[in-house]
T-cell receptor
Framework: SAVISQKPSRDICQRGTSLTIQCQVD?????MFWYRQQPGQSLTLIAT?????????ESGFVIDKFPISRPNLTFSTLTVSNMSPEDSSIYLC??????????FGPGTRLLVL | AQTVTQSQPEMSVQEAETVTLSCTYD???????LFWYKQPPSRQMILVIR??????QNATENRFSVNFQKAAKSFSLKISDSQLGDAAMYFC???????????????FGKGITLSVRP
């Protein structure tokens, strides 16, 4: 499986600010996914990022709040904008690999004060 | 839309014993994939096992095996010879087959916390 890294691994931010999370893969992948895991909850898909096109957002998530970039086949960023304490979550990126199996990065733990 | 249900929030097992984690799902599709992921305290999501719906044979990976009942829409995970390192949150997940893009997303259950007693 691909090796996936995320930066930062964790951060503490003030409300009203923005944070950009990076996801780097050691091989070229077509689809990258961004999930959110709120405290004590399951994972929810934020958006799907395909290189060279706009990200596709799930219901309840909007581009102004969670802008995503996908400049090439190994990299993506997710920005959490104008943060509030409700944005405190773990944010995970994942990629599609063989046999339609997704593998995950280590996650970014975000706390908003 | 597909749903995944894990009705047991917590389970406990004695080290070296066997435990079964339950998962049911609802779908109108005939071709799909089911997964179990493990999330230890480090929060890394780790793939445990994968099942293709068109395969009747249950998947097995070392101490981990599944009982896949397609008609009943049931997908349970059996962990044999439990080890302390198995303590984690376990998520059952569903994925439609043959799609790309947003339709290839994973739908997760709420997860179950497994503790292992020494």
């Amino acid at each position: 499986s691909a090796v996936i890294s995320q930066k930062p691994s964790r951060d503490i931010c003030q409300r009203g600010t923005s944070l950009t999370i990076q996801c780097q893969v050691d091989s070229q992948v077509t689809m990258m996914f961004w999930y959110r895991q709120q405290p004590g909850q399951s994972l929810t898909l934020i958006a799907t990022a395909n290189q060279g096109s706009e990200a596709t957002y799930e219901s309840g998530f909007v581009i102004d709040k969670f802008p995503i970039s996908r400049p090439n086949l190994t990299f993506s960023t997710l920005t959490v904008s104008n943060m509030s304490p409700e944005d405190s979550s773990i944010y995970l990126c994942s990629v599609d690999q063989v046999m339609e199996t997704q593998y995950f990065g280590p996650g970014t733990r975000l706390l908003v004060l | 839309a597909q749903t995944v249900t894990q009705s047991q929030p917590e389970m406990s097992v004695q080290e070296a014993e066997t435990v079964t984690l339950s998962c049911t799902y609802d779908t109108s599709e005939s071709d799909y994939y089911l997964f179990w992921y493990k999330q230890p305290p480090s929060r890394q999501m780790i793939l445990v096992i994968r099942q293709e719906a068109y395969k009747q044979q249950n998947a097995t990976e070392n101490r981990f095996s599944v009982n896949f009942q397609k008609a009943a829409k049931s997908f349970s995970l059996k962990i044999s010879d439990s080890q302390l390192g198995d303590a984690a949150m376990y998520f059952c997940a569903y994925r439609s087959a043959g799609y790309t893009g947003a339709n290839s997303k994973l739908t997760f259950g709420k997860g179950i916390t497994l503790s292992v007693r020494p």
